[in-house]
């Protein structure tokens, strides 16, 4: 069975950091462009960020740009999000997700609909 599973959630203040993973479970992430979602309540889902499958490229929302960072360990079939000077409007669940893509670049490329494979989430609330 193949799946991706969140964790490192949980409820910070206002300036802390987190750290999210994304291990893959079945499967190896390799091949894989893997991309960092949120959903806040009574909001549409949007995208956060997106590593292609060698690290090459990376791309951020404009809303987390210089405060986020992606990075994967395919010798650990793991993908990280480092959210640091975290702000109340990043509280969301968060999802990571994977579509197969072998091209070293391919990052943005790869719309949100594209994406087969998604984890359950990891809940984030920043709050004082």
């Known amino acids: 069975q193949l799946q991706l599973v969140e964790s490192g959630g949980g409820l910070v203040q206002p300036g802390g950091s987190l750290r999210l993973s994304c291990e893959a479970h079945?499967?190896?992430?390799?091949?894989?462009?893997i991309g960092w979602f949120r959903q806040a309540p009574g909001k549409e889902r949007e995208g956060v960020s997106c590593?292609?499958?060698?690290?090459?490229?990376?791309k951020y929302a404009d809303s987390v740009k210089g405060r986020f960072a992606i990075s994967r360990d395919n010798a650990k079939n793991a993908v990280y999000l480092e959210m640091n000077n975290l702000k109340p409007d990043d509280t969301a669940l968060y999802y990571c997700?994977?579509?197969?893509?072998?091209?070293?670049?391919?990052?943005?490329?790869?719309?949100?609909?594209?994406?087969?494979?998604w984890g359950q989430g990891t809940p984030v609330a920043v709050s004082s």
């Open positions: 997700a994977a579509e197969w893509n072998p091209s070293p670049a391919v990052c943005e490329e790869v719309s949100s609909d594209q994406y087969k494979l």
């Open positions: 590593i292609s499958s060698r690290g090459i490229t990376t």
């Open positions: 079945g499967f190896t992430l390799e091949n894989y462009v």
